[in-house]
Nanobody
Framework: EVQLVESGGGLVQAGGSLTLSCHAS????????LVWFRQAPGKEREGVSC????????YYADSVKGRFTIASDSAKNTMSLSMNNLKPEDTAVYYC?????????????????WGQGTQVTVSS
């Protein structure tokens, strides 16, 4: 059974840092796109960052570029998202996802498996 479980969310003040982790089971990372999405109340889901295990490329949304860093450890089947200089607008539920099928960038996954989400709240 494929399963993704996020952890590491919480409440932090603006300017602070958090690191989210996602542990995957039931599949190997080889050839997958590993993605972090987020969704704030009343807003559409947004692709935040991704890494392609196929070629190692990473991609970041403009809103987080320079502040967030994605990483993966295929030996441990974990991926992470280090978030620095957090802003109130980063407040959202963050989800990790993985899929072997994706488009022009690794953010554009098709179907795939998703975690249950972890809340990140940034206070001003």
């Amino acid at each position: 059974e494929v399963q993704l479980v996020e952890s590491g969310g919480g409440l932090v003040q603006a300017g602070g840092s958090l690191t989210l982790s996602c542990h995957a089971s039931g599949f190997r990372f080889d050839d997958y796109a590993l993605v972090w999405f987020r969704q704030a109340p009343g807003k559409e889901r947004e692709g935040v960052s991704c890494i392609s295990e196929r070629d190692g490329r990473t991609y970041y949304a403009d809103s987080v570029k320079g502040r967030f860093t994605i990483a993966s450890d295929s030996a441990k089947n974990t991926m992470s998202l280090s978030m620095n200089n957090l802003k109130p607008e980063d407040t959202a539920v963050y989800y990790c996802a993985a899929s072997r099928i994706y488009g022009r960038t690794c953010l554009e996954i098709v179907a795939g498996s998703w975690g249950q989400g972890t809340q990140v709240t940034v206070s001003s």
